[in-house]
């Protein structure tokens, strides 16, 4: 990597692989899971008193990530995943490649990976709750609101079609010499990657000679704190993609081979709800199961209690509106 970037020059530079840049933009797709699974694991400590502020996980990570990328943008030119393998960011000016990122380009660039995402997942959200309303039913009737809904459901799928035709567009023009740019964002920046100077890192001998000599210093100590945060990091979100990937490999196959459990036990508080939802007391319209409880509701009767208690109605486990499943019954 270091003969890589020792040919990096004002007029040319050396392109990482096609493969690289799709690793690194995997990889950057499993830090969120593992910050939700993290915050979860933590909540689920006290939840009648934190787990309320489940429903801000989007949020607590979007000011988690901007933490992190800013610290990476700082140090390494370039986000998270990019500096993992090895990448950093160069701008592009007038057709003329510039090491060093403008203040500008590098603001530009820790919004369009924070916020960006974010927005696109947020949309993503809405226009699923709004299709699952449809389709039960319970979608609001008036003309205003179902314009709204449909311009939202078939606005998030056409710009959705769009933009992943744009990627791999880009990624054809890429791999054939065409274009210099990884993908439209970075296109539409004038960014592109390349690979970056290995960083001097304090070795051992090194470190036993300055506490030796004592000149180990607070700067030292400071350098070293970061690198143990951030190499921690990264091998603990690459950890978490290895076993993302060993469990999707191994599921169908490990499932298959367990022992069939024995039915549970019907208590009897259950069997006096059998067929009626223990909210209105009558038959089931568009049944909703409480997959925490096992209990199973009218849709309209256990959305809006859900929203306010953030628990079971009958058995009061802490849940929220992902842990309602659908039943299509005979």
Known sequence: MAEKGAHLTGTNFIRPSIFEIIAQESFASTVQPAFQKLLSFILSFNPERYGHLLKWADEAYLIFNITLQRYYFKKYSASFSEAFYGLKRIAIVDSIIKRKLSNKQERLSLILIVVFPYLKQKLQQI???????????????????????????????????????????????????????????????????????????????DLLRKIKHNSFGINDSIDILQRTVTTSLEFGAFFLQFVSWWTQEHYEKSIMTLPLPPSPKIPEMAKQYKGKCPICCKALKVPMVLSVSGYVFCYQCILPVIRETKKCPVTNYPAQEDDLIRLYLD
């Open 127 to 205: 226009s699923q709750r709004y299709q699952l309303e449809e389709i039960d039913g319970c979608a609001p009737q008036s003309k205003w609101q179902k314009l709204y809904r449909n311009c939202v459901i078939k606005g998030y799928t056409m710009s959705f079609m769009t933009y992943e035709f744009m990627v791999l567009y880009n990624y054809i023009l890429y791999v054939a010499g065409k274009s210099v740019y990884q993908s439209p964002l970075l296109r539409l920046l004038s960014i592109t990657l390349t690979y970056a100077e290995p960083v001097p890192v304090l070795s051992i001998s």
